[in-house]
């Protein structure tokens, strides 16, 4: 399959290109990395009339850090991350994620915020930074506004962005070193999108933590208080206190009614949780 | 193992040729030809999987650009008939007349500079269908009263089949084990698609098709019987082709329709396939379901085998091998390598609204082995013996060769148990199951698998006659000529689609003329250029190729010989070809000096000298052409989460026998990539459709292929007990690595699960079957408790 016929503009600046964005309306498309959006188009899922290419704006490349915070431009690619030409928000925390995308030749090109506003459910930058409790950056013809990542995901390969608005950057909290982050995901085979994912950021000495399941074909169930997935409190003992039944009803909460799916689910955060806890050299001891 | 006799001959482990340009990305593939005011060809395919057409609308701008059925005058639908009795003919009209039958049958061509242009117009053809109720399960489909594929069969069953050999005197057995077991429909995924470029000569007045296919020559036969021309008018070239298959060898509907629309518009053409047109609509394969009781003996003696077997063939027969050879097939190959005195088996070849089903690496003998091995697991099982052990009691023996089997098939040579004992060796069975009882930290269960089969190779005449298919392979044609400046080339009717046949048959020219490999060119993959063949399939070139190429370089020899002792002034008695020279009592010649006085200096020889001169064509057949029988024992280690069905392989060993190797290497990486394919089969390709007939999988996001981390590099043992039928004792191996995987792997993974109470009947073994069942035994076990 080729594509149907469409217009493509590179512009260099982020109001240019919510200018050309604007005057498309519907029929137009925003292209990062293209490694969704290039497919789509060839299988024609996609005919935009107005593709508006961002890979001009280099503004959209750059990584700054506040306190606090890492804001990546959207165009950081997933290899960017992977190779640590981007900082990472702790001690291989969004790394790891990176090197799990898909296949190298996808993660020279796909980028953060291309795989956020594609916003498919089974993608790492969705759940991962969902669980990090990032935030996004919009510009659009109205000016610019931040969301967090549960208001920013809006369902299953849909998003908040408003028409004529871009993601720019994502704000990721930097996690402390007391924290420790668990990250698993099912996969039949080796660069295939996830049928599970499991993610928990757990800090015992601040007795804080959140969790997430995702690729449920639907943006992801994040518990922000994740204390009510360990018996009501996060300390160092977390893990054995794991509440299976919790995950569960959240799952049938969320309208999941397929039993395998859930214990997939629910096994999938266990196994994030356990590989958090086996992070704390003291574990043991502490509990 | 017979040692090489030089560096480059037989035996030999010579990097490949072909792979200089190979490896370069030098290769020329269909979709590196360009032709000076070629346009691009795309189809209008049917949206849905069976229904009546009531109308097609062309834009009237589009008139002349897009082509229907209507427009195809003196075109004849594809028919690929058996002479098996009671076969039902389906015919395949090129573009679709009346109603369709599959989703992706062709409806339109449309024309145009590019691609896209061309699709933009299919997608404003508009059509004007009556949905018609779809057949999407083959078992529901011999049901009475099913909607009908091809009204006037009266059923959908292209063939039924049965062979009984006495099982009634095994239904006295003390143990009698039962299963259902099947595979999924697949779709073959060479790397490079299907691809037609094609114009008209007029100066040669010939249709010149280039196509990546696999049986040049069977092409240009059905395509002639399709267009209306002679098979003179037609030459196929088949240039580099990226992996064949089984996929390659068929004539398909969109060359008929290319072949007929450059003459109409006169204009080169071009047709490449995407991998959307390959999944939904054309490559489908393997779809077998088997009810299947084994009776045996408390000891393991196997006392006799029923089944019932269905393929579902889909909705029409495909040029040339047909919609019953896998089904029929089934029937003479089920009993494996197994020696048993009672045999029962029933096959329908059934119709559906679904892609034709092709021949596939294996064709018949991945979905047997899988069959077979895996209800001989569950005997086991049953019978609380270890796997080989069963498997011991009842293989042919080595004593016993040559065999003829209750299926009358002629086993050539072998030692199976053997091939057995290595694999288990290899594998280290003892230490997995220590391992086994002691479990696994991180709570995955350790599974061992085997699987031994054997493959058919290289069967000819006397065996495909009986089928009565469009093509029957005679005796194999090659042609050796030297060049004058004492080059060797070869002329060969068969294709290599990714085989070695530029080296390997390099070799065994070597072999006879000690040519240096360097200095040996294959021609082959053009009607024009060579002799008739049927083409690379059914694992056979090597032994036929080959033997011709033998047959021919040593006639060469011969010739080279005398005018050699003709140039040593020495009786032809008195001189030898050795080492690419001709020596005389005293002195020599090279094969260079004799090719140069033959071309060059014709006034140095004598009057009477042969004047056949320096090229041959001979033809060659095995002293038998029952085929030979490779066979191989696979052995496999597979770790189980019962909990994700994540099932990683963590060792694997292959133990195969292919008689006399002509390079080792060559076979490994068929063996290798046979493995990846089996893989495949075993835990990850399916071609899902819904209840509409509709494919699920239109990308490699749903159909899922095993990729470099999902296949282990494997122990491969090779025993090479000669075939006595065959030049040096080769046999066929091109398909075997594809055959055993699935029921070796799938062994593996029930002898994980056993325990558990959990046994994994249908390919592919998915994390969700698996899971599936587990779960539901638990649940047994909750409500029992």
């Not at chain 2, 290599?496 to 040519?515: D, F, K, P, R, W």
Request: charged share 20%.
């Amino acid at each position: 399959m080729k594509p149907a016929p469409f217009r493509i503009e590179r512009p260099r600046t982020i109001a240019d290109a919510v200018a050309l964005l604007a005057s498309g309306g519907d029929g137009a498309k925003v292209m990062a990395g293209g490694q969704s959006l290039g497919p789509m188009l060839n299988l024609r899922l996609a005919t935009p009339d107005l593709i508006v290419d961002l890979s001009g704006i280099d503004d959209l490349r750059t990584v700054r850090e506040e306190a606090g915070h890492i804001i990546y431009g959207a165009l950081v690619t997933h290899a960017d991350v992977e190779d640590g030409r981007a900082p990472d928000v702790g001690t291989n925390i969004l790394r790891r994620v990176a090197g799990g995308i898909a296949y190298r030749a996808v993660r020279n090109r796909g980028t953060m915020g291309g795989s956020l506003s594609h916003a498919d459910p089974a993608a790492d930058w969705v759940n991962a930074l969902s669980v990090l409790g990032a935030e996004v950056e919009i510009a659009g013809p109205a000016g610019e506004r931040r969301l967090p990542m549960g208001a920013f995901l809006a369902g299953a390969l849909a998003t908040a962005l408003e028409p004529g608005e871009i993601l720019v950057a994502v704000r990721v909290p930097k996690v402390p070193a007391t924290a420790r982050f668990g990250y698993v995901k099912h996969c039949r085979k080796v660069g295939e999108f996830a049928h599970a994912i499991g993610a928990v950021l757990i800090d015992p000495a601040t007795g804080t933590g959140r969790a997430l399941m995702g690729a449920i074909d639907a943006p992801p169930l994040v518990f922000a208080d994740a204390a009510t997935l360990f018996g009501s409190r996060i300390d160092a003992g977390f893990a054995s206190r794991f509440d299976a039944s919790a995950a569960n009803a959240a799952l049938v909460a969320a309208g999941l009614t397929d039993a395998v799916d859930r214990h997939v689910h629910v096994e999938v955060l266990r196994r994030a949780v356990t590989q958090a806890a086996s992070l704390f050299t003291d574990t043991r001891s502490a509990a | 193992m017979s040692e090489p006799r030089s560096q480059e001959g037989v035996g030999a482990r010579l990097p490949r040729k072909e792979d200089d340009r190979l490896m370069r990305g030098r290769g020329q593939f269909i979709a590196d030809i360009r032709m000076a005011g070629m346009q691009d060809v795309a189809f209008v395919r049917s949206p849905l999987a069976h229904a009546r057409i009531r109308a097609i609308h062309v834009p009237e701008d589009l008139k002349g650009r897009v082509f229907t059925a209507a427009d195809l005058d003196g075109v004849k639908p594809i028919r690929a008939v058996s002479g098996l009795p009671g076969f039902k003919v389906s015919e395949q009209p090129v573009l679709a007349t009346g109603k369709v039958r599959q989703v992706g049958e062709l409806i339109a061509m449309c024309v145009a500079d590019t691609r896209a242009e061309a699709e933009d117009m299919a997608a404003r053809v508009e059509l004007d269908l009556e949905e018609l109720p779809a057949l999407h399960d083959m078992l529901d489909a011999r049901k009475p009263g099913a909607t009908l594929v091809h009204e006037h069969w009266g059923d959908n069953v292209f063939l039924e089949s049965l062979v009984n050999i006495n099982i009634e005197a095994a239904f006295d057995a003390p143990v009698k084990v039962s299963r259902t077991i099947s595979t999924a429909r697949q779709c073959m995924a060479p790397i490079e698609g299907r691809g037609t470029v094609v114009h008209f000569d007029h100066r040669s007045d010939q249709l010149v098709v280039h196509t990546a296919s696999q049986m040049p020559h069977i092409v240009r036969s059905g395509l002639s019987e399709c267009l209306g021309l002679e098979e003179g008018q037609i030459r196929i070239i088949s240039p580099d082709v990226g992996g064949g298959f089984g996929y390659k060898a068929i004539l398909l509907s969109e060359d008929v329709c290319l072949g007929w629309l450059t003459r109409k518009i006169g204009r080169p053409l071009r047709w490449l396939e995407d991998r959307r047109e390959h999944l939904t609509a054309s490559a489908n394969c393997r779809e077998h379901h088997y009810e299947i009781t084994l009776y045996a003996e408390r000891d393991g003696t196997l006392r006799g085998i029923d089944c019932e077997a269905s393929v579902d063939s889909g909705a029409y027969s495909a040029y040339p091998f047909s919609a019953c050879l896998e089904a029929a097939q089934v029937a003479s190959i089920l009993p494996g390598p197994y020696d048993f005195p009672s045999y029962r088996c029933r096959t329908w070849s059934v119709a559906t609204n679904k892609c034709p089903i092709l021949p596939y690496r294996g064709v018949a003998r991945t979905g047997v082995c899988f069959a077979l091995e895996v209800a001989l697991d569950a005997l086991a099982a049953e019978l609380g013996l270890a796997p080989e052990v069963v498997r011991l009691k009842n293989l042919v023996r080595p004593e016993q060769m040559p065999f003829d089997n209750i299926t009358n098939k002629h086993f050539d040579s072998g030692n199976y148990p053997e091939a057995l004992r290595q694999a288990l060796d290899a594998i280290k069975a003892d230490a997995v199951r220590k391992r086994q009882l002691a479990g696994e930290p991180d709570g995955r269960r350790i599974g061992l698998g085997l699987s031994i089969y054997c493959e058919q190779a290289a069967h000819g005449t006397s065996v495909y006659s009986g089928w009565g298919i469009p093509m029957v392979p005679g005796h194999e044609q090659a042609g050796a000529r030297l060049t004058p400046d004492g080059g060797l080339e070869l002329r060969i009717g068969a294709h290599s689609h990714g085989q070695g046949l530029e080296t390997t048959l390099a070799q065994v020219a070597h072999e006879i003329l000690g040519m240096p490999v360097a200095r040996t060119r294959l021609v082959h993959g053009d009607t024009a250029m060579t002799p008739y063949s049927t083409g690379s399939w059914g694992s056979r070139v090597m032994v036929m190729a080959g033997g011709a190429v033998a047959t021919a370089c040593t006639e060469l020899a011969e010739r080279i010989r005398r005018i050699g002792a003709h140039m040593l002034q020495a009786r032809p008695e008195d001189v030898r070809l050795e080492a690419g020279r001709v020596v005389g009592p005293s002195g020599d010649v090279t094969i260079q000096q004799v090719a140069h006085t033959w071309y060059r200096r014709p006034q140095d020889l004598p009057a009477d000298v042969d004047p056949h001169g320096l090229e041959v064509t001979a033809g060659y057949k095995p002293v038998r052409d029952s085929g030979t029988f490779s066979y191989a024992a696979h052995a496999v280690v597979v770790a189980v989460d019962p909990d994700l069905g994540e099932v990683e392989i963590l060792d694997y060993a292959i133990v195969e026998d292919g008689g006399t190797l002509v390079n080792p290497m060559v076979v490994d990486g068929q063996i290798i990539g046979g493995l990846a394919q089996g893989i495949g089969t075993a835990l990850y390709e399916e071609m899902a459709f819904d209840a509409s007939g509709q494919p699920l999988a239109s990308t490699l996001a749903d159909y899922l292929l095993p990729g470099a981390p999902e296949v282990p590099m494997p122990f491969i043992g090779h025993m090479e007990t000669p075939s006595p039928y065959t030049k040096f004792g080769v046999k066929g191996i091109g398909e075997g690595g594809a055959i055993a995987p699935p029921a070796a792997i799938a062994n593996a993974i029930n002898d994980a699960l056993r325990p558990l109470g959990a046994e994994m009947l249908r390919a592919p073994v998915t994390p969700r079957r698996i899971v599936e069942q587990v779960l539901a035994v638990r649940a047994g076990e909750r409500s029992a408790a």
